[in-house]
């Protein structure tokens, strides 16, 4: 497992979106995939079309990109998800629960962020805080959340309870819409058709 972790490092941007589920670590890999493809065509494809020295240009950009993206990606490549949470972790996450059953959703909150401190690849902490931001109303944030969960390896137990919020959310999204549309259709229904008589005119005459 550790030799194909290190093997995310041949491609800039692939250790943080393929263990981490990174947008950013997805804008690089294809920035890199793009000029490569582009340095390849100009060379042995296409090469009536472009000079030399462009090809040549768009190798050393290819050659910077990898260079740059492996060199950081060194330096804080991202660590293995760990077994198990320490005894600081375990205190954190069980007073973030007693806190979140308690409906006292700031000190849940507070405890959660601070655990995702510790330990940024606790999916269970990520899982319960993406719930907790749906149940104060702050969908967007929620959806995001749980959205990013689900692409990281660390999601993967919780892929069910992911898809559950998920659904959740889609239906309050839903139930709201309803409503609205609802009160537009009765104002139209209420409307007068054109070249209809209302009832009151039919009275007088």
Do not use: N
């Amino acid at each position: 497992m550790h030799a194909i972790r290190s093997l995310t490092l041949l491609w800039p941007g692939l250790p943080w979106l393929w263990l981490r589920g990174s947008m950013a670590g997805l804008v690089l890999a294809l920035a890199f995939a793009v000029v490569l493809d582009v340095a390849i065509v100009a060379t042995w494809i296409w090469t009536e079309l472009f000079e030399t020295s462009f090809a040549l240009g768009l190798w050393a950009a290819t050659a910077a990109i990898w260079f740059v993206g492996t060199v950081s990606a060194l330096s804080a490549f991202p660590p293995p998800i760990p077994a198990a949470r320490d005894a600081a972790a375990d205190l954190l996450i069980v007073t973030a629960r007693d806190a979140y059953l308690a409906r006292d959703w700031l000190a849940a909150e507070t405890k959660l962020r601070s655990l995702l401190v510790l330990s940024p690849v606790d999916g269970e902490a990520q899982l319960l805080l993406a719930t907790l931001l749906r149940r104060v109303g702050r969908v967007r944030e929620s959806r995001d959340a749980l959205e990013k969960l689900a692409r990281s390896d660390c999601g993967s137990p919780w892929q069910s309870a992911i898809d559950r919020e998920l659904e959740l959310i889609a239906t309050a999204a839903r139930s709201a819409d309803q409503p609205a549309a609802e009160e537009q259709a009765a104002t139209i229904l209420a409307l007068e058709r054109p070249g209809e008589p209302s009832a009151s005119h039919e009275q007088a005459a």
